[in-house]
């Protein structure tokens, strides 16, 4: 079992910066892949950034590339998503999400044939124009 809780969301003006992070609690979650997804009002969900904890390796939608960096920290179990230069349409309810044995990418881009086992309680990122 993992427990993800979140913090860091917020409201920022467009251009400007936050972190997420995301804790994880659990037996060994280093075989997880732990991701950021988003939920906009009337939207359906996207995964927006994931990362292994077994080997590092990341994905970011496109959407964010450039702009959105997942890191972990093994230590501190650890996720954060740096997030800069925001825009409005970056407005949603971010969550963090957890699954073993999967890659980074299927968990963030497949999400409908690799769904998440484990969900943080979501945080609120509001972007201003």
């Known amino acids: 079992q993992l427990q993800l809780v979140e913090s860091g969301g917020g409201l920022v003006q467009s251009g400007g910066s936050l972190r997420l992070s995301c804790v994880v609690f659990?037996?060994?979650?280093?075989?997880?892949?732990i991701g950021w997804f988003r939920q906009a009002p009337g939207k359906g969900r996207e995964g927006v950034s994931c990362?292994?904890?077994?080997?590092?390796?990341?994905y970011a939608a496109d959407s964010v590339k450039g702009r959105f960096t997942i890191s972990r920290d093994n230590v501190k179990n650890t996720v954060y998503l740096q997030m800069n230069n925001l825009k409005p349409e970056d407005t949603a309810v971010y969550y963090c999400?957890?699954?073993?044995?999967?890659?980074?990418?299927?968990?963030?881009?497949?999400?409908?044939?690799?769904?998440?086992?484990?969900w943080g309680q979501g945080t609120q990122v509001t972007v201003s124009s």
């Open positions: 990362i292994s904890s077994r080997d590092g390796s990341t």
């Open positions: 659990g037996s060994s979650p280093d075989h997880a892949v």
């Open positions: 999400a957890a699954r073993r044995f999967v890659s980074a990418e299927a968990m963030c881009a497949m999400a409908g044939t690799y769904e998440p086992d484990y």
